[in-house]
């Protein structure tokens, strides 16, 4: 069997979005689950779209979320140069886009911007496209030569036909079969002398044994272009496995202004590369069982691209962020203080034991901003409804919680071991002198001591992270709101 061999190639154009990244992982897992190549090469011919820096944003993402590639710009396998503007001075596109006219299936064309305007246009997939009229076809050699002597600028066009059917076979789609009157003569080589992506795409593929072609399904409507430059060639078609597109949760397109289009979106917003990359496996993939949690090893060994969807895969926020929860949840302890502890100063400064109030919030939270919420109550004591002592299933209600706070101050004014154990033992005391259930004692305190419905830990937990003299004050600012 030839040896499976994949490709990402990103166009250094800016963030990697969560679409790309998934192309990325899904070439990744193919190669490596069949024990492949997984190759990287930079698509920078599209000059008009570079962004400064985002040639190393591509390098930090692959580094960061584990898929290494076997072959690169900066792991020569062979099959270099890895960069198109690089290949392209070796006269790669130019030599092979003759070779294609020698054959008659490309030609040279002049046709200037106003000639262009003037002819007519059509609606694909919500675009106005302009379908050239192949007016340059007819040009002789001798005239072609004329022009090309002269210096005319040109660009040199694809020749497909415009009667009769191209076939090509998708692996998740099957046979696809398109009139070719729907195929327009799409330009290869432009008047810069560079490759257009689609010709350069397939020249780069061929050349470096590529062969399996991963991409987003909005490319199935170029393929029979790409299909019938291989077979124009007599060049073999790679296996092509087109992926569903990803919706937003209105299932409309990723949009950039969604705040979590790009992998450094996410990771701003506190999730973890492990889980990310964990999620955007399962977008359009599924495994045999119904397991949703895999390392990236577990993934490589599960991974079979035939399980792949051909519906639209929807970005569930709510989805991700439970299971980002559940990496918090099993992150060893001294991993996870490491990446709380920004999150704990900027919300409480430095006058706490943080590492305590982070082992209460590391199994409550989601992701590393939703800390904040979680603990500000700590930093100061909010403002808060009375309503809040009522719980009808500890059976409290405002007169009841009164009483049990001022019967309790004095025990905890004389109490000088702020410590959890001990002053559970003290209250636990009190309640069984009261002859009460905990709750109807600990909800009231817990409700003093941090103005919160909702709190990382109990009452007892909460008054040790605050000492005796907070602790105190905040019973007593208590019991004046509900005798007020």
Request: net charge negative.
């Given at each position: 069997m030839t040896k499976i061999r994949t490709r990402y190639a990103p166009s250094p154009t800016g963030k990697m979005h969560v679409g790309n990244l998934r192309s990325a992982l899904y070439e990744f897992l193919?190669?490596?689950?069949?024990?492949?190549?997984?190759?990287?090469?930079?698509?920078?011919?599209?000059?008009?779209?570079?962004?400064?820096?985002?040639?190393?944003?591509?390098?930090?993402?692959?580094?960061?979320?584990?898929?290494?590639?076997?072959?690169?710009?900066?792991?020569?396998?062979?099959?270099?140069?890895?960069?198109?503007?690089?290949?392209?001075?070796?006269?790669?596109?130019?030599?092979?886009?003759?070779?294609?006219?020698?054959?008659?299936?490309?030609?040279?064309?002049?046709?200037?911007?106003?000639?262009?305007?003037?002819?007519?246009?059509?609606?694909?997939?919500?675009?106005?496209?302009?379908?050239?009229?192949?007016?340059?076809?007819?040009?002789?050699?001798?005239?072609?030569?004329?022009?090309?002597?002269?210096?005319?600028?040109f660009v040199i066009r694809q020749n497909n036909p415009t009667e009769g059917t191209t076939t090509f076979y998708d692996e998740l789609y099957g046979d696809i079969t398109v009139n070719n009157s729907e195929l327009d003569d799409m330009i290869l080589i432009k008047s810069d002398g560079y490759p257009t992506y689609n010709f350069a795409n397939v020249v780069d593929d061929h050349t470096m044994n590529i062969t399996h072609v991963v991409r987003g399904n909005e490319y199935l409507s170029s393929s029979p272009k790409y299909t019938r430059?291989?077979?124009?060639?007599?060049?073999?078609?790679?296996?092509?496995?087109?992926?569903?597109?990803?919706?937003?949760?209105?299932?409309k397109k990723l949009s950039k202004r969604s705040g979590h289009s790009s992998f450094e979106?996410?990771?701003?917003?506190?999730?973890?590369?492990?889980?990310?990359?964990?999620?955007?496996?399962?977008?359009?993939?599924?495994?045999?069982?119904?397991?949703?949690?895999?390392?990236?090893d577990e993934l490589i060994r599960e991974f079979d691209y035939h399980r792949i969807s051909k519906s639209p895969a929807v970005f569930d926020m709510v989805k991700l962020k439970w299971m980002n929860g559940e990496y918090l949840k099993a992150m060893d302890f001294d991993a996870f203080y490491a990446m709380a502890e920004p999150y704990l100063v900027e919300a409480l400064g430095e006058g706490f034991?943080?590492?305590?109030?982070?082992?209460?919030?590391?199994?409550?939270?989601?992701?590393?901003?939703?800390?904040?919420?979680?603990?500000?109550?700590?930093?100061?004591?909010?403002?808060?409804d009375?309503?809040?002592?009522?719980?009808?299933?500890?059976?409290?209600?405002?007169?009841?919680?009164?009483?049990?706070?001022?019967?309790?101050?004095?025990?905890?004014?004389?109490?000088?071991?702020?410590?959890?154990?001990?002053?559970?033992?003290?209250?636990?005391?009190y309640v069984e002198k009261k002859g009460c259930k905990n709750g109807y004692v600990m909800w009231p305190v817990r409700t003093a001591v941090s103005g919160k419905q909702m709190t990382p830990a109990g009452a007892t937990e909460i008054m040790e992270i605050l000492g005796k003299e907070e602790s105190i004050k905040r019973i007593k600012k208590g019991i004046e709101k509900l005798e007020g």
């Amino acid at each position: 069997m030839t040896k499976i061999r994949t490709r990402y190639a990103p166009s250094p154009t800016g963030k990697m979005h969560v679409g790309n990244l998934r192309s990325a992982l899904y070439e990744f897992l193919i190669a490596k689950h069949a024990g492949g190549d997984f190759m990287l090469r930079i698509e920078d011919t599209d000059q008009e779209r570079f962004v400064e820096g985002a040639t190393e944003i591509i390098y930090r993402t692959l580094d960061k979320t584990g898929l290494k590639h076997d072959e690169g710009p900066d792991k020569d396998g062979g099959y270099g140069p890895y960069v198109q503007s690089e290949r392209m001075k070796t006269g790669i596109y130019m030599k092979y886009a003759k070779e294609l006219i020698d054959k008659g299936e490309a030609y040279y064309c002049f046709c200037d911007k106003e000639r262009l305007a003037s002819l007519k246009t059509e609606i694909v997939e919500g675009k106005e496209i302009m379908i050239y009229d192949k007016h340059c076809l007819s040009l002789s050699k001798e005239e072609v030569e004329e022009k090309l002597a002269a210096g005319l600028p040109f660009v040199i066009r694809q020749n497909n036909p415009t009667e009769g059917t191209t076939t090509f076979y998708d692996e998740l789609y099957g046979d696809i079969t398109v009139n070719n009157s729907e195929l327009d003569d799409m330009i290869l080589i432009k008047s810069d002398g560079y490759p257009t992506y689609n010709f350069a795409n397939v020249v780069d593929d061929h050349t470096m044994n590529i062969t399996h072609v991963v991409r987003g399904n909005e490319y199935l409507s170029s393929s029979p272009k790409y299909t019938r430059l291989y077979e124009a060639f007599g060049w073999e078609v790679p296996v092509y496995v087109h992926l569903p597109l990803i919706t937003d949760e209105n299932h409309k397109k990723l949009s950039k202004r969604s705040g979590h289009s790009s992998f450094e979106d996410l990771l701003e917003q506190g999730f973890l590369t492990e889980a990310v990359v964990n999620y955007i496996a399962l977008l359009g993939w599924s495994p045999e069982d119904n397991r949703e949690i895999f390392t990236l090893d577990e993934l490589i060994r599960e991974f079979d691209y035939h399980r792949i969807s051909k519906s639209p895969a929807v970005f569930d926020m709510v989805k991700l962020k439970w299971m980002n929860g559940e990496y918090l949840k099993a992150m060893d302890f001294d991993a996870f203080y490491a990446m709380a502890e920004p999150y704990l100063v900027e919300a409480l400064g430095e006058g706490f034991d943080l590492k305590k109030i982070a082992a209460m919030v590391k199994t409550r939270i989601e992701v590393f901003p939703d800390i904040a919420g979680q603990v500000d109550f700590f930093g100061e004591l909010p403002e808060y409804d009375t309503a809040m002592y009522a719980h009808k299933k500890m059976k409290t209600d405002e007169a009841s919680s009164l009483e049990v706070l001022k019967e309790v101050l004095p025990l905890l004014e004389e109490q000088e071991d702020y410590s959890n154990d001990a002053l559970y033992q003290t209250l636990l005391s009190y309640v069984e002198k009261k002859g009460c259930k905990n709750g109807y004692v600990m909800w009231p305190v817990r409700t003093a001591v941090s103005g919160k419905q909702m709190t990382p830990a109990g009452a007892t937990e909460i008054m040790e992270i605050l000492g005796k003299e907070e602790s105190i004050k905040r019973i007593k600012k208590g019991i004046e709101k509900l005798e007020g």
